[in-house]
């Protein structure tokens, strides 16, 4: 049996890069809740100290509508068809046919990526990952929800302050030095077990786009995010992140990198980062949240951290789930 590490003495990424055999880079075995992940840093003194993060009591809401994102990135995902019926005068019912969990504002689940190297996370084999089945499935996070410390680092506004935007029509790589670079400008700390939020202006440039420009922007497949890199991921573990999120299309700038070092252990997602954060690391990825209305309400308060919830749809066995997230502060 592996012996479960007490609060505060995780490996270091370094570390985990000399465990052996399959365990090699990962976090397998090494949370008492085995398919929580990267959550359970989250402490409950933790989450007794994200109340101080509340000074007004604002409360904003992190999700876009479901169907914001027609057509988005994505050559799959479509807007859900929503139905309201009635039985009788003074009866009204809905329901919502096509909905792709992942298809707007989203938290993507350990069985969302399966490390082509290794499989999905800690170990659980390949057949136990479809419908009906438990292991790794979204509803771990819906009965016991995310909850803590969220922490705003805002890349666009770092950027637009000194005269150089991001470029998102380019599909601009974003290096960790510019992540470290602002959290230096707004005076942050990241703590074991926080939520981190990434604001790119993503979301908001994309969705102001034409119809024609965003099925352009699509069939180019380019977009903003966090450039692949060895030491994004142990930077990501090293600081006891939680859960990784971002108002862009999928956290890391597409497409991979060239010389991504992902390349020959992703082969199947071409060099991405996900199957080392979430098949390896156990850690929740958020994509395409609203952080605009935050972000710039916290640059006018000038604190950059909030009381954030996350509670995913109770679906055993989901992939992914909308992330139904709230921001107090």
Partial sequence: MTEIPDAGTYPTFAELLHREGRLVGTSWGLFAESDRGTPSFISHDAVLDAKHCIRTGTVFGLDYPADAFDPGMSLKRRAPRH???????????????????????????????????????????????????????????????????????????????????????????????????????????IRPGDILMLHTGWCEWFLALTIEDKQRI?????????????????????????????????????????????????????????????????????????????????KNTGNWDAFVSIKPLNITGGTGSPANATAVV
């Fill in 83 to 189: 139905t309201i019926y009635s039985s009788h005068p003074a009866h009204r019912d809905d329901y919502v046919d096509g909905y792709y969990l992942q298809g707007s504002t989203q938290i993507d689940g350990l069985r969302h990526r399966r490390a082509d190297d290794v499989g999905f996370y800690n170990g659980t084999p390949d057949d136990r990952i479809r419908v009906g089945t438990p292991e790794l499935g979204i509803q771990g996070w819906a009965d016991n929800p995310i909850a803590g410390r969220g922490v705003l680092v805002d890349l666009d506004g770092h950027r637009t302050g000194q005269g150089n935007p991001i470029d998102h029509a380019g599909g601009e790589p974003l290096g960790l030095d510019l992540v470290q670079s602002a959290i230096l400008a707004q005076s942050l700390t």
């Fill in 218 to 298: 699509r069939d180019g497949r380019r977009a903003t995010g966090i450039a692949q890199s060895q030491e994004f991921v142990a930077w990501a573990w090293d600081h006891r992140l939680a859960l990784l999120a971002a108002d862009n299309f999928a956290v890391e700038c597409l497409p991979a990198l060239a010389g991504s070092p992902f390349r020959h252990s992703a082969p199947n997602d071409h060099g991405m980062m996900h199957q080392q954060l979430l098949a390896k690391l156990g850690m929740p990825l958020g994509e395409l949240w609203r952080l605009g209305p935050l972000s710039r309400y916290m």
